[in-house]
């Protein structure tokens, strides 16, 4: 192995491009490992993590190069496809104009004077993200902010210095928006239309919007508020500020909440308050007892007088319709009829959105009548330990902080989410495997290949050891996003696993291949 390790100066890059650079990096011929990033004490790190050796007295502003490979032609190559994939996104910086010959601005507030700008994207390390926003918020206008792991107390504050300006704050964490037509983040590709989204969730919004399209409902604007906004630390500031905004927007003539779960006292304040604004306000808002979002998206269209089509889905090609259990054994139950053990099989979910993970375990400890450990638990009594492993129903958010520190979010490189549904192919407690994909601009190029040749090797190893593995798929996109939502689900589909639109449609399929009916009850 050869390892090649390089500083240049000069040049920043937002984290979300360099992830994706890493990731060009990584696909070169030759090349088992590269990292390329901004030089933050977090970075360092996880460079030095992989086995390079980083010189003393670098600065954050430097960018770092990290390349292992085969040999010196592979460090080439990976060097080659580092100099292409910067510059094509130096290309895409001019193409957006300039300033003349200025020299470019060296902080936030100095670009928003210098141009015409009403909303920020700031995504930088968290520990930098308060700085840049209040700069922003400090010049009058709106700002996204992608950044996770910023303090809440610093959230509350940025939030209340918006207000003051009359100004929103979409975040922190925000990881999805479209205003004006325009995605921002991970979004989806959706007509412009009447519904406004009010969004304190990600991949929720991304399901909701690829619903409403699939039912051929535009959006006028999703204003993403950051997954704490409903919590009773943030007590709902920015969604306040993104409803008085959908609510004056002429565009807008209804509006949509959807969140994970929210602070019930933050919820019925803002019930009370979205009472008072003039235009219909619906809720889709998860929580034990509420609907999910596929109801919540029904319950909406029928407001509206629309048709509920059937959600798209494909269906698995070949795969057996149920587990090889006796019709009358419960699959809980680890003793047979006839007094010998089998392993008890569980419901495992891996998933790259963390609402769309929420929303699969209450659907499921509906069901199924006991709750589901998890990373990101409904009740801390549920926790996973660190290893994230349970002989158990259990879900993964693999895009939950803790996992993306340092790397790319499983929606850009699903990595670690690919190894671990190898190794549930190999053990006999997995069940059901049910996965999420979440495509549209900011997601993968094209995940859908690499996660139907997970689901073969898993569905392989699991035949080759006397079981069948049933996989349910989750795919939120639609048929504008450029991955092309009808291609990848069937070429899912071809690998054996059942694929659904609604993620509550496919829990629930899950659930019927576990052996567990509608009512709750097991077969």
């Given amino acids: 192995m050869t390892d090649h390790l390089e500083l240049r100066s000069g040049a920043y890059y937002d984290s979300v491009s360099l992830m994706q650079v890493s990731r ?54 990976g060097l080659a496809a580092l100099d292409a994939a910067l510059a094509g996104l130096r290309s895409a910086g001019s193409g957006a104009g300039g300033f003349g010959a200025a020299p470019p601005p060296r902080t936030l507030g100095r670009a928003v004077r210098a141009g015409d700008a009403t909303l920020a994207l700031v995504s930088v390390p968290g520990q930098h993200a308060t700085v840049e926003a209040f700069d922003a918020i400090a010049q009058g206008v709106s700002v996204m902010v992608f950044s996770d792991n910023v303090p809440v107390e610093d959230e509350v504050r940025l939030k209340d210095a918006a207000a003051a300006q009359d100004v929103l704050v979409m975040g922190p964490d925000c990881g999805t928006a479209v205003v004006g037509g325009v995605a921002l983040g991970f979004a989806n590709v959706v007509e412009r239309g009447p519904v406004g989204i009010v969004a304190a969730s990600g991949t929720g919004a991304q399901q909701v919007m690829a619903l409403l399209d699939a039912a051929g409902l535009g959006v006028s604007h999703c204003l993403g508020v950051g997954g704490r906004d409903l919590s009773s630390a943030v007590g709902g500031r920015s969604t306040r500020q993104a409803l008085a905004a959908l609510a004056a927007d002429e565009a807008t003539e209804s509006i949509l909440v959807v969140s994970k779960p929210p602070a019930a006292e933050v919820l019925a304040d803002l019930e009370g308050y979205a009472a008072g604004l003039g235009k219909p306000v619906h809720w889709a808002t998860l929580g034990a007892g509420r609907p999910d979002l596929t109801a919540a998206v029904e319950s909406f269209l029928g407001a509206l007088g629309r048709e509920v089509p059937p959600w798209p889905h494909w269906d698995a090609l070949p795969i057996s319709a149920t587990l090889k259990d006796p019709p009358d054994q419960d699959p809980h139950d680890a003793s047979e009829s006839d007094g010998s053990r089998r392993e008890p099989r569980f419901l495992r979910g891996l998933f790259c959105g963390g609402t769309l993970a929420d929303e699969a375990m209450l659907v499921a400890a509906q069901e199924l009548g006991v709750g589901l450990r998890s990373n990101i638990p409904l009740s801390p009594d549920l926790a996973l330990d660190a290893d994230l492993r349970a002989q158990a129903h259990l879900v993964i958010d693999f895009g939950d902080d803790e996992l993306t520190r340092g790397r790319a979010h499983p929606m850009i490189d699903p990595t670690l989410r690919l190894e671990r549904i190898a190794a549930e192919g190999a053990d006999p407690g997995c069940g059901v495997l049910l996965l999420d994909l979440v495509l549209g601009h900011g997601a993968h190029p094209d995940p859908a290949p690499e996660l139907a040749e997970a689901i073969r090797g898993a569905r392989a190893v699991a035949t080759a050891a006397g079981r069948d593995l049933p996989v349910v798929v989750s795919l939120t996109g639609t048929r504008g996003d450029p991955q092309g939502l009808d291609t990848s689900g069937a070429q899912l589909s071809a690998a054996g696993a059942a694929v659904h639109l609604s993620n509550a449609e496919a829990t629930r399929h899950a659930l019927a291949l576990l052996g567990v009916d509608r009512d709750g009850a097991t077969r």
């Fill in 24 to 77: 060009q990096v990584a696909g070169g011929n030759g090349v088992s490992a590269a990292q390329v990033a901004m030089a933050t004490e977090l970075n360092l790190e996880v460079i030095g993590a992989m086995g390079f050796t980083v010189p003393q007295g670098v600065q954050p502003n430097e960018l770092v190069v990290a390349i292992r490979a085969d040999d010196a032609d592979g460090v080439a190559a």
